[in-house]
């Protein structure tokens, strides 16, 4: 950040008087920029032991497949940026389900979340940002051409818990070094 967004001067880096993190401070009207994670919200859309995932029409990671997710916008909750982000992507309307998978990647000061979701019928088809749309089954996942490290440990517990026939919430922390150039954080959508 370079400049306030109430004032327009120059930030400075620093760390507030009573605070103990650097924030961006206008020193010309003194508004402190709070920075926060973002999050990046979506589903497990499944249709019978099948589940729907979405090959990337846009940089980074095009051409390789995810789970239809994308940032939450304002104004919505967690279960309507799923829906919102599976319409998008995928043009498919499911019917949310419990928060299934959430993956700290403190790195670059994201949270993905993760519901499982059931398809309300097969018409999806690819959104704007989607080359295609298919459903997989577990034998079927091209694992190797996942785009994002994040799906690819939200997928592994998903059928973990689907061979033990109990499904359970997951929390894990990406780490810097686990990611590489092949699979690696959401970007934006």
Sequence with gaps: MKFCSECGQTVSLIIPEGDNL?????????TIHYLNPKLVVGCIAEW???????????????GLWTLPAGFMENGETTTQAAIRETLEEACARVDIGQLFSLVNVPHINQVHLFYRARLLDIGFSAGQETLETTLFSEESIPWRD???????LCLKAYFSDRSTGRFVFHEETLQPRQASHRVSDHPPE
């Design 48 to 62: 019978h032991d099948q589940i729907l995932l979405c090959r990337r029409s846009i940089a980074p990671r095009y």
């Design 146 to 152: 996942l785009a994002f490290q994040t799906v690819t």
């Design 22 to 30: 650097p924030r961006h401070v206008c020193q010309h009207c003194g």
